[in-house]
């Protein structure tokens, strides 16, 4: 039984900043991948950050030097801080988390709801 809830998005200017935030909610599990995606109207899901449970990161190349993304696991918590926001980032974000269930050996992809991001003038 878990929940995955994001936070974060909204309205930016273009060259500004927004960070979001993702946690995974519930009990008997752990976590160990922890992603971003993002969609824009029309086009399809791309991934835009992850980070391993040894704390590798990989980004997209259209974010690399721009954004950020970094995990706290006593909170069960991946941040995506963006800088330098551009037009071409405006999408919705759904955070990705694979968890294990406690004496479960297959990991689950769970996803967040998403949360929109626009930037915007």
């Known amino acids: 039984q878990v929940q995955v809830v994001e936070s974060g998005g909204g309205l930016v200017e273009p060259g500004g900043s927004l960070t979001l935030s993702c946690a995974a909610s519930?009990?008997?599990?752990?976590?160990?991948?922890m992603a971003w995606y993002r969609q824009a109207p029309g086009k399809q899901r791309e991934s835009v950050a992850r980070?391993?449970?040894?704390?590798?990161?990989n980004y997209n190349d259209a974010v690399k030097g721009r954004f950020t993304i970094s995990r706290d696991n006593a909170q069960n918590t991946v941040y995506l801080q963006m800088n330098s926001l551009k037009s071409e980032d405006t999408a919705v974000y759904y955070c990705?988390?694979?968890?294990?269930?406690?004496?479960?050996?297959?990991?689950?992809?769970?996803w967040g709801q998403g949360t929109q991001v626009t930037v915007s003038s």
């Open positions: 990705n988390v694979q968890i294990r269930h406690t004496g479960g050996w297959r990991l689950y992809d769970y």
């Open positions: 519930g009990s008997g599990f752990s976590i160990n991948d």
């Open positions: 980070v391993t449970v040894g704390d590798n990161t």
